[in-house]
């Protein structure tokens, strides 16, 4: 079962932040998490991954609860090409896919 | 940037056909994951190799195997193909000391 529980659609105006938000309060010690998006039926792409501190790059932030059991995806500047699914996966030894987020990026 | 290549692309086979999918991954990356995408489904992990031996296990079914070479690409061999076998299959390879998996672009197989 996954791990993670996300909302299953958020839209967000193009040029504004995009915030995921995703809940793993099963999550344990050693796990890390993990951020990938799909858009539409193209291999999943790495997005950001961390442990317990905040991290950042050129794609995204991640924003890790003091607790870890919740985190958000931050997009500082959405575009449409942002449009896809994001998913949020606890990873211990392997991936485990949930439903993921589909986020949807209007003009 | 090399990426992660899978063929072929596209396959279309028949029940009770096989079929084998190939995974080359990222130059130096010595970790290799597959993993099954049905139509509207999350994607769901099959198997992983790691210096050409397997490391983990998910939902693979028996009919299908997998094999991690000497020159580390891989190759999943589907047999006794079922209509449900139908879906992308990923390749994901990852570095060694590297957290992230690079997923190639899928082979979409069709089963008639």
């Known amino acids: 079962d996954a791990k993670t529980t996300q909302p299953p659609s958020m839209d967000c105006a193009e040029g504004r932040a995009a915030n995921l938000p995703c809940n793993h309060s099963?999550?344990?010690?050693?796990?890390?998490v993990y951020w990938y998006r799909q858009i539409h039926s193209q291999g999943p792409q790495y997005i950001i991954h961390g442990l317990k501190n905040n991290e950042t790059n050129e794609m995204a932030s991640l924003i890790i609860t003091e607790d870890r059991k919740s985190s958000t995806l931050i997009l500082p500047h959405a575009t449409l090409r942002d449009t896809a699914v994001y998913y949020c996966?606890?990873?211990?030894?392997?991936?485990?896919w949930g439903a993921g987020t589909k986020l949807i990026i209007k003009p | 940037a090399a990426g992660v290549i899978q063929s072929p692309r596209h396959l279309i086979k028949e029940k009770r056909e096989t079929a084998t999918l190939k995974c080359y991954p990222i130059p130096r990356h010595d970790t290799v994951y597959w993993y099954q995408q049905g139509p509207g489904q999350d994607p769901q992990f099959l198997i992983s190799?790691?210096?050409?031996?397997?490391?983990d296990k998910g939902s693979i079914p028996d009919r299908f195997s997998a094999q991690q070479f000497s020159d580390y690409h891989s190759e999943l061999n589907m047999s006794s193909l079922e209509l449900g076998d139908s879906a992308l299959y990923f390749c994901a390879s990852r570095g060694r000391g590297s957290y992230e998996q690079y997923f190639g672009p899928g082979t979409r197989l069709t089963v008639t």
């Open positions: 099963t999550i344990s010690g050693n796990e890390y």
């Open positions: 190799f790691y210096e050409k031996m397997q490391s």
């Open positions: 996966i606890v990873m211990g030894y392997q991936l485990i």
